[in-house]
């Protein structure tokens, strides 16, 4: 899995089983983050801006990589390889796409690849994500508690699932920026890939200006289902802000985008979902984890009184969404639906992926 983040391959070694009742059964036998270099975030960062060229090269450059990394992990008593790529633009209910060319990978592995997990759901109807609600309601169905999970990746998305454990009563979208707008600025302003532990935003004050402009944006308070990506939270926002604001200080910029993440997610939370504050559990995964500043955002605007880490639950924060993908590639090789009507709003359940497929063939 390569999210929105950008940081990264994260490459997960899982047992899996699907019981029929869907009861999951997994163990992480092996789970690394593989960085991107700079060259290869530029090339990513190209391709999102759109032109034909730049996806082709970056989806052909990042097929490599992903190839080169993935034989050095794979022995002889792997049943699949499942791989989400890296998305490089996604509208709702229209279309998606993910590079990262699996010919590579073809060429070197005699076992089924699996891939596009989005494109079924957009067939018939849906937005084609957020797709972990399918993972989340597979892990806390059971456990008699009002939960909200939250992963902070690049963007921020949430999966409701209610104390019933109903499928169809399951609530899944993106809230807005996870760590998006709070990485750019680290770039633009500090040559940083992040902001470590908040220690930059810690030093700043919240730009009431600029917080109010931000919450402007419309897809903040637009009506789940709804996906997002940092084609509307990455670089071309940052820059339109520091071109806004040339004078203010870039710790109040990045402060002021910690506590607008965290504002846009309680928002989401308040007027989407109807939970008691002090009787649900929030339970938090994903880069944003280590992010203190915005951690303590979350706490202070959603006031729910229990916030757990997925860590707490024995899922690493940073493995979640590789888990994710290859729960996904195992329902595709049992042939059962893994898109979340409810979620995305399409018209019935379906089986999600395509095996032995090119990301652009």
């Avoid at 060259?39 to 080169?68: C, H, P, T, V, Y």
């Amino acid at each position: 899995m390569s999210g929105s983040s950008m940081d990264g391959l994260d490459c997960g070694l899982f047992d899996l089983s699907l019981s029929e009742k869907l009861n999951l059964s997994w163990s992480c036998k092996y789970f690394h983050t593989f960085p991107f270099s700079s060259r290869i975030r530029q090339l990513i960062n190209k391709a999102i801006l759109g032109d034909e060229k730049s996806i082709i090269n970056a989806d052909l450059e990042l097929g490599k990589l992903f190839s080169n990394i993935v034989v050095r992990i794979i022995d002889d008593k792997i049943d699949l390889l499942a791989s989400h790529g890296q998305t490089i633009s996604h509208v709702d209910g229209h279309s998606t796409r993910q590079i990262g060319n699996l010919s590579f990978l073809k060429k070197k592995c005699n076992i089924p690849l699996i891939n596009n997990f989005r494109q079924a759901d957009i067939d018939v109807g849906g937005n084609g994500a957020p797709l972990v609600p399918f993972l989340d309601w597979i892990l806390f169905k059971q456990s008699k508690l009002d939960t909200i999970t939250l992963n902070l990746g690049g963007i921020a998305n949430l999966s409701y699932i209610p104390r019933s454990g109903i499928r169809k009563h399951v609530i899944g979208f993106d809230t807005g920026p996870g760590m998006s707008l709070i990485d750019e600025a680290a770039k633009m302003y500090f040559s940083k890939d992040m902001d470590e532990n908040g220690l930059i935003a810690n030093s700043g004050n919240v730009n009431i200006e600029l917080l109010n402009l931000l919450m402007k944006e419309k897809f903040i308070l637009k009506q789940p289902p709804k996906s997002t990506g940092r084609d509307m939270f990455g670089k071309e926002l940052v820059n339109k802000i520091n071109n806004i604001f040339p004078r203010m200080k870039a710790e109040d910029v990045m402060r002021t985008f910690s506590f607008f993440t965290a504002k846009s997610i309680s928002i989401n939370i308040e007027n989407f979902l109807n939970i008691d504050p002090e009787k649900c559990r929030l339970i938090i995964s994903g880069g944003g984890v280590k992010h203190q500043i915005l951690m303590s955002d979350i706490s202070i605007c959603t006031k729910i009184l229990d916030i757990k880490k997925s860590d707490d639950f024995g899922i690493d924060s940073k493995m979640k969404e590789s888990l994710l993908i290859a729960v996904l590639g195992l329902a595709k090789m049992i042939k059962f639906p893994a898109n979340m009507p409810s979620v995305t709003g399409a018209k019935k359940e379906v089986i999600l992926g395509e095996i032995n497929k090119y990301f652009l063939s």
